[in-house]
């Protein structure tokens, strides 16, 4: 969730709110009780990754994995396959 600046029009209070993007903007002043509450267009913050455990489900699953190369596999093998049916259908030039 993104932190978002406000000010005050009437009274300059400033401060920070820490909402979610559909949250509706803030127009009450918790300082002078006016409805002169503005939001600031920020310069906006980096993503950052903290804490233990993003990597393990940043990544693909085990078995996934043990699909993908088992088609993989399979996909070579049956190229293989199709490349020594052609060699066998051709026939060898006999020298003139």
């Known amino acids: 969730m993104p932190t978002y600046d406000y000010e005050c029009s009437a009274c300059g209070h400033e401060m920070e ?21 503005k939001r600031l267009f920020g310069t ?11 990597y393990q489900t940043d990544y693909r699953s085990e078995g996934y ?11 070579s093998e049956k190229k ?10 051709k026939k060898p030039s006999k020298p003139e």
Do not use: N, R
């Open 17 to 37: 709110v820490f909402q979610k993007i559909s949250d509706p903007i803030l127009k009450k002043c918790p300082e002078c009780k006016k409805l002169k509450l």
């Open 65 to 75: 994995k043990k699909a993908a190369k088992a088609d993989k596999k399979a996909a």
């Open 44 to 54: 906006g913050a980096a993503i950052m990754f903290k804490g233990s455990g993003f």
């Open 80 to 89: 293989s396959d199709s490349s020594k049916s052609d060699s066998k259908s």
